[in-house]
């Protein structure tokens, strides 16, 4: 045998594409960054993606419905996570095919109590959201997104707000200090240079002319008369609130070439855009059902009634197995899945903290993750050597470009995914997903090819 026989060499797929991989790679690269300039936050992505399933012919699933070979349904939880099936024509009991990616992303949420005003301006007080550098969050345009709980006689009325998207609408922003005054603000660590209480957006400046003597603050009174009579709110509804600041600019081609995509949200909604497609686009009933679990609360621990450690994934799952007689723990020791989140792609700019014969690269393909964690794999699931040949084994078959990932040199940091909490109830689980360079900033970037081959691996996979 030759050396290109017996040697594994994580070469560029662009040698591998075939002719309508060329076209289709920048076909769906479109439906994906519409995808991502809708889906700023969890709520709009689990919206967008109900559209585009109803689109497909699914339904919504409610507990004692059918499960028969071929039915599409869906199920949304609290609005803020969503699960998609096709009904496959073994049983239950065989098994599904799972997928499971994350709808949240690191962003800047809104206080319960955050307005104020300050020498001649109005700001909101924040909470950073999942793991952000806090400096890469200032002087950039900021939209206004989430929902707001308003009690009205008695009753609760949820109001959708998004500002910021619309090119004729205002933005936000987290002011920065200019240089010529940051001689001390430069010589600190990157973790101090903005602190947590210092992520205030700016929301206004003009004052009310309401004629009120008893109120001293005419730029905050402004403000919740601009949301009062657009939103119906008083300054108590935004402890019933969820609103969060997310970066203003759409997803955008890259590069000469345009072959990569930056965007806000990549992480994760590349993977959840992928294996929702996939699914989606399932022609006719699967040997086994398909699953397609899209969960929040990711980026801080998958805690919570719609993270990923929530029993709603069983409350689906045990009504689809009583609708086939079947036990769920059955089902689950049958099943295979794939954890979909993105990993690192190496970067040339910083190869210190990077293994080069490990670290995805960009334009190699769907990368397949055998354990993530950290220090001493400390936080994984470590997939099987067994679940690793097979999912090669589907891949090749397929003709999907696909390489293998981890993150990054041993002992230089790490990071988690949700393959633990599925391999925990007794799924064999490994983690696929797509290399991200810059991941976790207000502007992150992937490749096309990356992106449509995930797409394809997540076909193959659901097909087997």
Known sequence: MTSEQLFYDKKTGFDKLTGSDKKNIQTYAEGYKQFLNEGKTERDAVREIVRL???????????????????????????????????????????VRLTAAHLDAPRVDIRTVPLYEDNGMAFFKTHYYGGIKKYQWTAIPLELRGVVCVCHNGQVKSVDVRIGDKPEDPKF????????????????????????????????????????????????????????????????????????CVPAFPACDIGFDRSFIGSYGHDDRVCSYTAATALLDLKTAPAHTCVCLLVDKEETGSDGVTGMQSHAFEYFMDGLCRAQQVSMEECFAHSMCLSADVCNAFDPNFPEVSEKRNDARANCGFALVKYTGARGKSGTSDATAELMARIRCIFDKAGVVWQTGQLGRVDQGGGGTVAMYLANRNIDTVDAGVPVLSMHAPFEQIAKLDLYMAYKGFSAFYKD
Request: charged content about 30%; overall charge negative.
């Open 173 to 244: 922003v987290i002011t920065d200090l200019l240089p010529h005054l940051a001689s001390e603000q430069m010589t600190k660590k990157a973790t101090e240079v903005i602190k947590g209480e210092g992520l205030n957006i700016l929301v206004g400046s003009v004052p009310s002319e309401t004629l009120d003597e008893k109120c001293s603050e005419k730029i905050k009174l402004a403000v919740m008369e601009y949301l009062h009579k657009q939103y119906g709110m008083v300054e108590a509804d935004f402890l019933s609130a969820e609103l969060c």
């Open 53 to 95: 399933a109803e689109d497909k012919g699914f339904r919504a699933w409610t507990p004692g419905d059918a499960a028969k070979p071929g039915d599409k349904i869906y199920f949304v939880n609290r609005g803020k996570g969503i699960t998609l099936a096709v009904i496959g024509k073994k049983s239950l009991a065989d098994g």
